[in-house]
């Protein structure tokens, strides 16, 4: 299918919906309204021939009747709407050719043709006309002036109808289509809003039989989701735990090691080994959401006490630019996230720059500028994997367990904040943070 044929076509089910319940009921009113007004129509010539046979008969015998001095002021009383007497020859014209006045023409001749010679024609003019000419008894020429009526008027009311039934159709599409596909928002909204934390709002098992299963579907869903991530953080917290007591164990042997050039080299495999075992289990809890409930916070105080921090361990951490108002959010993941980008920073860069960015349309930016190598425009998002490291050496200067990037980006979804990578310009990466719902 060409898809330009679609350019104007509704992106939303429900105005799709809506449009085709509209346009089907409106075109079925308006082809029953055109066929009953065709019937009725028909019914009327049908009535209006028999009754231009009966009265047209009448009167010429009537007028044949009377003497000729009175036959003018019978004239009016016998001309109707659709047709008038006229003592005279009439209007020369063209042969009859409408179908309306070959009818008319026709049951004219049925009544009265058979008793008086008659002629008939079309009169020349915008609407349909025609006369039947003929001679009375006494050679009186008499012509028949018909104006032919394709049906009874319309009543003036009845557009002023047709408008309120489409204005009623049109309520009813709205209504009906608002009914079928509210589910399917109520399910979409559900959806968006099942974060890590899995505490979306459980959808109602109410109304159709469809509806109601999918309902039920989808709160189980959400069920079976939140039992599968709890069941896998409580299996690594009980696997951290169960390393911790055999990691001391062997840091301790370390300990009593003399001079033993493997035991610097032990204590560091150690040490890095009970550093993965707590990111690992701080990555999980993440997933699974934080617990930390929001609260409205004075942000500038955090962030002067967060740089004052690494100041104070001899760290080259600087702040610029203020929020300037409170923030509702949750302190310490926001914390966390800043760290872990200021930790990179000053890990590969030696130096971190905070910089806080003014607030445009609700939302503010944090932004971590550091010096160092930066990052491959390709691996930009792939750095925010578990595990993931562009440095694959390992070594004790660089090295990490590859989680920090990771954890900071689940918090910022369950902070409802945005977290990305960008290269710099002048060298350099810069981690920009956007926060939501200032207050």
């Known amino acids: 299918m060409n898809t330009r044929s679609w350019l104007h076509w509704p ?70 709407r659709s047709y008038e007497f006229v003592l005279g ?13 070959a009818r008319v023409a026709r049951s004219i001749g049925d009544g009265i043709g058979t008793n008086y010679p008659l002629t008939v024609n079309a009169v020349p003019g915008e609407r349909e006309r025609l006369q039947v000419h003929l001679k009375l008894s006494d050679g009186t020429p008499l ?28 309520g009813c599409c709205w209504l009906a289509v608002r009914l079928a596909t509210r589910p399917l928002h109520q399910l979409a909204v559900a959806a968006d809003t099942l974060g890590p934390d899995l505490k979306a709002s459980r959808l109602p098992e109410g109304g159709p039989s469809e509806v109601a299963r999918a309902a039920r579907a989808f709160n189980a869903m959400q069920d079976r989701i939140s039992t599968y991530m709890t069941e896998r953080m409580q299996i690594l917290a009980a696997i951290s735990h169960d390393l911790q007591t055999p990691i001391t164990r062997m840091r301790l042997r370390v300990d009593v090691m003399e001079d033993d050039p493997q035991a610097a080299k032990l204590r560091q495999d150690l040490h890095e080994m009970q550093a993965l075992v707590k990111e690992g289990v701080t990555y999980a809890r993440t997933m699974h959401g934080t617990t930390e409930t929001p609260c409205r916070i004075d942000p500038d105080a955090l962030f002067d006490s967060l740089v004052c921090d690494y100041v104070d361990a001899g760290q080259q951490v600087s702040l610029q630019g203020r929020f300037g108002t409170s923030l509702t959010t949750r302190p310490q993941a ?18 971190a720059e905070i910089n ?34 562009l440095e694959t050496s390992r070594n004790r200067q660089t090295g990490g367990t590859g989680l920090g990037l990771a954890i900071a980006r689940q918090l910022a979804l369950a902070m409802d904040a945005t977290l990305s990578l960008h290269n710099r310009v002048s060298g350099g990466l810069e981690a920009r943070l956007t926060l939501r719902n200032l207050s």
Do not use: C
Request: proline share 8%; hydrophobic share 50%; net charge negative.
């Open 11 to 80: 992106r939303t089910l429900f105005a799709r919906l809506a449009v085709i319940l509209f346009v089907g009921l409106a075109l079925a009113q308006t082809l029953s309204f055109w066929f009953t007004l065709t019937e009725r129509d028909q019914t009327m010539t049908n009535i209006m021939m028999g009754y231009i046979e009966r009265e047209v008969a009448s009167s010429v015998a009537l007028l044949d009747h009377l003497p000729p001095d009175q036959r003018a002021q019978w004239l009016p009383r016998l001309a109707r």
């Open 89 to 101: 020859p009439g209007v020369p014209g063209a042969p009859v050719d409408a179908s309306l006045s």
């Open 143 to 170: 012509t028949i002036d018909l104006r032919p009526m394709p049906g009874a008027p319309l009543s003036r009311w009845l557009p002023l109808v047709l408008l309120l039934q489409l204005i009623v159709l049109a």
């Open 334 to 351: 926001l914390r966390r996230i800043v760290g872990n980008l200021v930790d990179n920073a000053l890990k590969f860069g030696g130096s």
């Open 356 to 389: 806080i960015a003014e607030v445009h349309d609700g939302q503010t930016t944090v932004s971590v500028f550091d010096r160092g190598p930066g990052i491959p425009d390709e691996s930009l998002e792939a750095v925010f994997e578990p595990f993931a490291r």
